[in-house]
């Protein structure tokens, strides 16, 4: 069955250093997305990617935030400057179709800003 | 505020009871489903109901939809152990293309 992929499951890095987190999409869907979840917290909208552009932003997703879908295959997202309070699981995911459709989400990267 | 809000925020019952879960959201959907994740796990898709749609049922899980109250809910049936897990409510709705999700239901179901 067809699944989302994310690398890597945890990282542990230092506040200000630069993070990338990667996921590979089921390959025929056609909308991505970003969302986080602080540990035991609601899950909070990120950002949606389709046609090779941002279509939507959250207000969390700021300056330094961006993503990327570099070959056609991963999604990739880029915190730039990390800060303690980045400290979350990111979850990728995509569906099909923009409206209507189920979303099928990896299993997340766990962050950690010490 | 927020788009869409579960009630309990938690809740615990004994094998073979019946759970139920509801979701309240603001605006005007297209559709709202619901998700399950397992502790530390990614989201899995469980139910979709469009706006149009008032009951829905899939196995053990019924969903109800009630659109002039902005809410619904989710029962599971005879529940199992194996149930434990967090329930959200997603909301799709109009004119965009992500999904807003729910502040979730902790279920707890002891064996």
């Known amino acids: 069955e067809p699944e989302v992929t994310q690398t890597p499951s945890h990282q542990v890095t230092q506040m200000g250093q630069e993070v990338i987190l990667r996921c590979v999409p089921i390959?025929?869907?056609?909308?991505f997305y970003w969302y986080r979840q602080i540990l035991g917290q609601k899950v909070e909208f990120l950002v949606s990617?389709?046609?090779?552009?941002?279509?939507?932003k959250s207000e969390i997703f700021d300056d330094q935030f961006s993503v990327e879908r570099p070959d056609g295959s991963n999604f990739t997202l880029k915190i730039r400057s990390t800060k303690l309070e980045d400290s979350a699981m990111y979850f990728c995911?995509?569906?099909?179709?923009?409206?209507?459709?189920?979303?099928?989400f990896g299993e997340g990267s766990r962050l950690t800003v010490l | 505020s927020q788009q869409g809000e579960e009630d309990p925020q938690a809740l615990s019952i004994q094998e073979g009871e019946n759970a139920t879960m509801n979701c309240s959201y603001k605006?005007?959907?297209?559709?709202l489903q619901w998700y399950r994740q397992n502790s530390g796990r990614g989201l899995v898709h469980l139910i979709l109901?469009?706006?149009?749609?008032r009951e829905k049922h899939s196995g053990r899980l019924r969903v109800t939809l009630d659109t002039s109250k902005k809410s619904s809910s989710l029962l599971i049936t005879a529940s199992r152990a194996a149930d434990t897990a967090s329930y959200f409510c997603a909301t799709d709705a109009h004119n965009t293309d992500k999904l807003i999700f729910g502040t979730g239901t902790r279920l707890q179901v002891f064996p």
């Open positions: 990617f389709y046609n090779n552009e941002i279509s939507e």
């Open positions: 109901i469009r706006s149009n749609e």
């Open positions: 995911a995509s569906r099909a179709q923009g409206l209507g459709g189920e979303l099928f």
């Open positions: 390959s025929n869907h056609l909308y």
């Open positions: 605006t005007s959907i297209n559709n």
